[in-house]
């Protein structure tokens, strides 16, 4: 190769690994400073709804005419006024996913009543162009299971999604606790240290740090922190928020320590943690019988009895 070429070649690799390098360390810390500004957006809006809602209830006046938080609640409830029960669960299932926008329940309801219809004319657009004859029972079938599908499939996505932030939760609740803990017993109030603890999860865990957020935010605005408690607790929906919320409720209640309730409950979610990792890990052997006895058996056996198939093909 011609030297020019071969230094030409060197300079280009070596430029090429740094602008790699460069770019393997600046991306990370752009993704945090983006999901901090996505998180510090979420909690002003959410400060920014709590005020206006406030404004709202004394003044009993809206001064703008886009959407406010008066407006969110209004919908709410007339959404709740209009399905009941069902309503509620919906708009619980919508803030479990991370969905805050009012109007989404009765979307949901909307795409879980017209996707049906939808995906059945494409069953039967699908049908009706085939060439072949099909029988009477098997477009039945189709039809059907078109239907069925259309229907269960908002609520599936909507099911993964909450399970998804769930175990994200759950992973690292305890974490927070810990670190709530310290800010607590070092003479922070509880409303600082969730918002301190919410600015430092930020960049670990992006859900929670929006739910503390959220969560202070209530307390500083609502008269009542258990209003404030119990709203976490409903609209994380996981049982370690139901449990954090359940004892700072009992604490301020009967006037005990909170600092004490945050350590018993970080020990216990630790303890769940550790026995679902446990559980996790006595569940692997079982499962990974049919996939040795499907994929390394076959090969073991061609190993071990291909040579001595091939040595009798040669003696015979």
Not at 169 to 191: K, R, S, W, Y
Not at 299 to 309: C, D, E, K, Q, T
């Amino acid at each position: 190769m011609d030297p020019e070429v071969q230094q030409t070649l060197i300079v280009f690799i070596s430029a090429l690994a740094a602008a790699l390098s460069f770019a393997g360390f600046v991306i990370p810390l752009l993704k945090r400073t983006e999901k901090k500004e996505r998180y510090q957006a979420i909690i002003e809006k959410k400060r920014r709804d709590l005020f206006a809602q406030a404004k709202d209830e004394l003044s009993n006046k809206k001064t703008r005419e886009s959407m406010s938080a008066s407006d969110s609640v209004a919908m709410f409830f007339k959404v709740q006024k209009l399905m009941g029960a069902m309503g509620e669960k919906v708009r619980n299932q919508m803030l479990q996913a991370g969905i805050r926008n009012p109007s989404a329940p009765i979307k949901f309801l909307i795409a879980k009543f017209t996707l049906p219809l939808i995906l059945m004319g494409i069953a039967m657009m699908v049908l009706s162009s085939s060439e072949k004859e099909i029988a009477n029972s098997i477009v039945v079938i189709i039809l059907f299971l078109a239907v069925v599908i259309g229907y269960k499939l908002p609520s599936i996505v909507i099911k993964n999604q909450i399970m998804k932030r769930t175990d994200e939760i759950n992973i690292t609740f305890p974490d927070a606790l810990d670190m709530m803990l310290v800010c607590v017993q070092g003479g922070i109030g509880l409303e600082q240290a969730i918002s301190r603890i919410a600015d430092e999860m930020a960049e670990h865990s992006e859900t929670l740090a929006e739910e503390l957020g959220i969560l202070s935010a209530e307390m500083a605005m609502l008269n009542d922190r258990r209003v404030a408690l119990q709203d976490f607790a409903r609209r994380v929906g996981s049982p370690a928020a139901k449990s954090f919320s359940t004892a700072l409720v009992q604490a301020e209640q009967y006037g005990t320590s909170v600092a004490q309730a945050m350590k018993v409950m970080s020990e216990e979610l630790r303890d769940q943690r550790m026995a679902k990792a446990e559980q996790k890990a006595a569940a692997l052997p079982p499962k990974l019988t049919v996939p040795m006895i499907a994929f390394f058996l076959p090969v073991l056996f061609v190993v071990i009895l291909g040579p001595a198939i091939l040595q009798a093909m040669e003696t015979f």
